[in-house]
């Protein structure tokens, strides 16, 4: 497996992975989102056997860095693809001097916040009625202080 920043060539598979990670009201990427989101800001994949079994997207804001979304294929779950995926775009924000990388998830998505809660991430607050179908967030955040995931 690679990890490796994705590319023009890569937004076509992206675009379907997403389609089958998330439905309508989590508010999955468009392809025009993608070609904007690899040229603006930082969009990993992993790369198993030619294949994208996974991605992260992080928006680079001036002072703070939000993980916008992460993803994994199905048949490639639970083999700690989601945890390098993290593990290298913060090695990435440490370079590029970000101290703190935040993000929001759905309170009943189990499988991201023990994944989250795993790296070190802590819960700041909770943001009602977040999501379009009324769902709430967690406001997550993890403080690198000269520290790598
Ligand atoms: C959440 C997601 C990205 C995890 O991907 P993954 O590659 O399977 O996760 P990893 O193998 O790296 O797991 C790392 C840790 O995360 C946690 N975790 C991952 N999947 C889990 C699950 N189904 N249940 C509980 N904890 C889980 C565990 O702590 C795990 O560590 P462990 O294996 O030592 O117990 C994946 O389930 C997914 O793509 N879900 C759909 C999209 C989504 O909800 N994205 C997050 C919101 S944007």
Avoid: W
């Avoid at 890569?10 to 997403?18: G, M």
């Avoid at 759905?106 to 023990?114: F, T, Y």
């Amino acid at each position: 497996m690679i990890i490796r920043k994705s590319g023009p060539a890569d937004v076509a598979s992206l675009y379907k992975l997403e389609q089958e990670l998330f439905s309508i009201e989590n508010f999955p990427l468009s392809k025009s989102s993608f070609t904007y989101h690899l040229r603006n800001n930082l969009l990993y994949i992993a790369e198993v056997d030619g294949n994208i079994a996974g991605y992260v997207l992080v928006l680079i804001k001036r002072v703070n860095a939000k993980l916008y979304s992460i993803g994994v294929d199905e048949a490639y779950r639970g083999k700690k693809i989601a945890q390098m995926l993290l593990e290298k775009i913060s090695k990435e924000l440490i370079s590029l001097e970000f101290k703190r990388l935040v993000l929001e998830v759905r309170v009943d998505n189990e499988a991201a916040i023990s994944l989250y809660k795993k790296l070190g991430f802590s819960v700041i607050k909770r943001l009602k009625s977040f999501y379009r179908d009324g769902c709430d967030a967690y406001f997550m955040e993890y403080e690198y202080a000269g520290k790598a995931l």
